[in-house]
């Protein structure tokens, strides 16, 4: 009775052993008799006792590996250290079962050979700046490499670019003289636009200056252009004035009628009028002479009367 429990025990935990069950993102390679009998994936699977076997358990999801720096050369002759991070996923379990025997190795020798050939190719600043192209290169070299093995390399990063400490000072240097230079250039820029600023200024004040002498000078004209107009407007009023007396006194004579004597003593005081300048000389007729004779004696009489 004790031999039928031990027994059946033994019987139970073959069973329970045979019994397997694939987590998610798992798959099983199986071997029956140290073949390959098949690829397990999610799920509970059961297998033949003593005779199948796991041979070897593979994670499907994608996986980094980050490798450590490698020495490359670049084309002129400089010696810089580069590490690189892969992200790879499973695609075939049992290519990559039986394909190579340390796989991770084998990616991390492909990943430095290709490096340096692809570094071989570019100089220092090329490698310094062509981050993409060298990942790019290197992702389609290693997938088409790795594709036998059951694996897909996904992408390919240059994590760190190590050149020597005689560069790295050198470039210091560089980047510090391309800072001065850049600030010089900011320096002058600013220095040109305030002297530009300050000549606009001198300008705009040249011009309200200009415009304010322009002005002055014409509000000068219009005053002195107002002042001929108005004593033009005087003198003209004071022609007028003249003429007006004048035809007024011709028709104040003409209503009087005077006689011959009148006018005689009228033309002898415009006569005296006429004469009255210096160095002019008056020719008097005949006539005037004897009238002016007459007046003469009749002023006497006057004055003999008034005794």
């Known amino acids: 009775m004790i031999y039928l429990i031990i027994i059946g025990l033994i019987i139970i935990c073959i069973f329970a052993s045979c019994v397997k069950i694939v987590p998610q993102a ?5 071997e029956r008799l140290g073949g390959y009998q098949g690829t397990w994936n999610v799920g509970i699977h059961i297998k033949m006792p003593f005779i199948d076997r796991v041979a070897k358990r593979v994670i499907l999801k994608e996986q980094v590996v980050d490798f450590a720096p490698q020495p490359v050369i670049t084309k002129d002759n400089v010696t810089m250290r ?7 996923q499973i695609t075939d379990p049992k290519l990559f079962a039986y394909g190579v025997e340390n796989p991770i190795m084998a990616i991390e020798n492909l990943t430095a050979t290709t490096l340096r050939n692809i570094i071989g190719d570019l100089e220092l600043d090329q490698t310094l700046t062509s981050r993409e192209v060298i ?6 070299s290693l997938d088409v490499a790795t594709d036998p093995w ?7 990063e240059l994590k760190n670019i190590i050149p020597p400490a005689a560069i790295q000072d050198a470039m210091e240097k560089q980047m510090k ?3 001065e230079r850049r600030e010089a ?14 000549a606009e200024g001198k300008k705009e004040s040249a011009i309200l200056e200009a415009e304010a002498e322009k002005a002055a000078a014409i509000l000068r004209a219009e ?7 108005r004593e033009a407007e005087g003198q003209a009023e004071a022609i007028r004035a003249i003429q007006l007396a004048n035809a007024d006194g011709i028709r104040f004579l003409n209503e009087a009628a005077p006689g011959d004597a009148v006018l005689q003593l009228k033309s002898l005081e415009a006569f ?9 000389k008056i020719i008097v007729p005949s006539e005037i002479q004897s009238i002016a004779g007459l007046v003469k004696s009749i002023a006497e009489v006057g004055a003999d009367d008034e005794k």
Do not use: Y
């Open 150 to 156: 059951g694996i897909k390399v996904n992408r390919v």
């Open 82 to 88: 580069i590490d690189t991070v892969v992200f790879f």
């Open 272 to 280: 005296a009028k006429a004469a009255d300048g210096k160095a002019t």
């Open 26 to 30: 798992q798959a099983f390679v199986m």
């Open 135 to 140: 990942n790019s290169k290197m992702r389609a």
């Open 185 to 198: 250039i900011l320096r002058a820029e600013g220095e040109k636009k305030s002297t530009v600023l300050v």
């Open 177 to 179: 003289a391309e800072r």
């Open 223 to 229: 005053a002195k252009k107002e002042a001929a107009i």
